[in-house]
């Protein structure tokens, strides 16, 4: 009989032919090294996809907001000083200067006023004009009121000379506010002021026409900032350059007591506007001259806005002619959008104020009254029925003369 056995010397019972064929099987694919996957699931790589293909979540838009409040000449004349002097503690204080104006100016995050008169200290002793030198305890007023910034370049920044300049920038930044305008050094008249409020990066520069023909230091032009259009213009792009979402320039110029700008002002604040300023704040008239918006078409085909008011009058001050008594809170509202990082002058708003001043305990004080609040309220202590019309009659007349140039409606401004 034929053998059909695989292994023919060694009879096997044909009962164990299962179980060796499972061991030879095993055997051979052990030693062969095969996978017994299909070669196409073995060798399989995970799939790489393009990049254009891959969708990135967008980042969420938002937006901030950040408010500009600024004022114009915050003054110290004689009678200004007395009314803050208490003879029994022999010291001065002037938070009464601002008590109806401090919720106001609480409100913005940027805010900024003229502060025209040096803080000098006492050794030199407490002058009003013609060269002004108040208490330090005005600094703390200040401070207490709400201001974070203060302009010191203006026609009486060298009323005590340098160490004028020296003590006034001590005294402030003591206080924690910055001055913006003067500088200890040359190092120091080269930095560019930044403060950075809700994600928004606003640039201060301050500038006046001059010092009162009382000469800058030889070798010291770094104290005090003057008025120069191509030194300007170069400070506006160095504070863009370093990323400075929005510019802001103090001037101090214009004509005294005049209702409207000049030509030279207008000018000035053309080319400035032009090139990148975005906000400019003017003080001196001691009167309050219009505000006016810009709209430019930059070389690239964007357009930006941009805002000037050429006087913001006198805050405080003891001047008693024709309009000196009154003055402006300009508020500037900043928005920021995001992820686009566009800005945007959301709003502008210019308050009335009026200096009241009155006799109490002997002598004549004063306080800064925002008129619309006043005349709508009629229920200030201080006040009697005639104060109020004449108050009635100056919000009008304020609110038609401030806004007279023109109200161009508020648009964006692209960050550069």
Known sequence: MKNNSIFPLFPIPYSLFPILKFICFSAILFISGCNIFPESQAEKTPEILPVESIQLPLPTPYFTEAKLIAVGDIMMHGMQIKSGYNSQTKSYSYQSFFTEVKDILSAGDWVIGNLETTLAGPESGYTGYPLFNAPATLADAIKWAGFNILTTANNHSLDRREKGVLKTLENLRDRDIYPVGTAASLAESQEILMVEKNEILMAFLAYTYGTNGIPIPEGKDYLVNLIDEQKILQDISRAKQKGADIVTVALHFGAEYQRLPNTRQKQLVENLVDGGADIILGSHPHVVQPYKFFKITEENGD??????????????????????????????????????????????????????????????????????EVVTNKNDPLLKPRDYLLLEKYLTQMNNHINSFNKLEVGKVSKE
């Open 303 to 372: 357009t930006r806005q941009a805002v000037a008011i050429y006087s913001m009058g006198n805050f405080i001050s003891n001047q008693t002619k024709k309009y000196t008594d009154l003055g402006v809170i300009f508020q500037v509202n900043i928005q920021k959008s995001f992820p686009e990082e566009t800005i945007e002058i959301s709003a502008v708003e210019a308050l009335p104020t009026w200096v009241h001043r009155y006799r109490k305990n002997g002598k004549l004080n004063f306080r800064i009254l925002p008129l619309e």
